[in-house]
């Protein structure tokens, strides 16, 4: 089952909110907004370090140096 990037929320492909495709991938999305969040800035969450652990309240990956 794949993870919305925006807020890490597991999403049924069937019944995803929205899904756009970015550099050959699909990302689907549990609500407009997060939808919405991911297609202003899809390089902030399609990243290749996608598979890092990102915090399930904020979305926001671990790095150092993630501004937001």
Same mark, same amino acid.
């Given at each position: 089952?794949?993870?919305?990037p925006v807020c890490?929320?597991?999403?049924?492909? +069937?019944? &995803? &909110? $929205?899904?756009?495709?970015?550099? $050959?991938?699909? /990302? /689907? #999305?549990?609500? +407009? *907004?997060?939808?919405?969040? #991911?297609? *202003? @800035?899809?390089? %902030?969450y399609a990243t290749?370090?996608? @598979?890092? %652990? *990102?915090?399930? %309240? @904020?979305? *926001?990956? $671990?790095?150092?140096?993630?501004?937001?």
């Open positions: 089952m794949p993870r919305d890490g929320m597991n999403v049924n492909e +069937d019944r &995803a &909110a $929205g899904r756009s495709e970015y550099r $050959g991938r699909s /990302y /689907y #999305f549990c609500s +407009d *907004r997060c939808k919405m969040e #991911f297609d *202003r @800035t899809p390089d %902030r290749p370090g996608e @598979t890092e %652990r *990102r915090d399930d %309240r @904020t979305g *926001r990956s $671990g790095r150092t140096g993630d501004s937001s």
